[in-house]
């Protein structure tokens, strides 16, 4: 059974950072595509950062909002991704999840659609 867990959100001031963690398990994690995704309240769902399979180069994406701030990797010998978020700002809040999708190719890393898989999610509210 494939399963997702996202973990580490919280509550942190402007210029703060938190570190997100999304275990897996059920599949081999290089085999996919992860991403991690926001929601805030009234809007559309949004790709913040991605990170394609290692057939396709584990190459990373960055929403603009996001990049120099935050940074997606792989921790294969722990079967998770994480997702730090430096230098946090109020506009980063938002649930985000984390999901996984396979054969997703690099123009679709950012599509919601492209993901087959998604963990609950995990609140992260930036404070004024």
């Known amino acids: 059974e494939v399963q997702l867990q996202a973990s580490g959100g919280g509550l942190v001031q402007t210029g703060g950072s938190l570190r997100l963690s999304c275990a897996v398990s059920?599949?081999?994690?290089?085999?996919?595509?992860i991403g991690w995704f926001r929601q805030a309240p009234g809007k559309e769902r949004e790709g913040v950062s991605c990170?394609?399979?290692?057939?396709?180069?584990?190459?990373?994406y960055y929403t603009d909002s996001v990049k120099g701030r935050f940074t997606i990797s792989r921790d294969n010998a722990k079967n998770s991704v994480i997702l730090l978020m430096n230098s946090l700002k109020p506009e980063d809040t938002g649930v985000y999840y984390c999901?996984?999708?396979?054969?997703?190719?690099?123009?679709?890393?950012?599509?919601?659609?492209?993901?087959?898989?998604w963990g609950q999610g995990t609140q992260v509210t930036g404070l004024q």
């Open positions: 059920g599949f081999t994690l290089d085999d996919f595509a």
């Open positions: 990170i394609s399979s290692s057939g396709s180069g584990s190459r990373p």
């Open positions: 999901a996984a999708g396979f054969g997703v190719i690099t123009s679709a890393l950012t599509n919601p659609h492209s993901y087959s898989y």
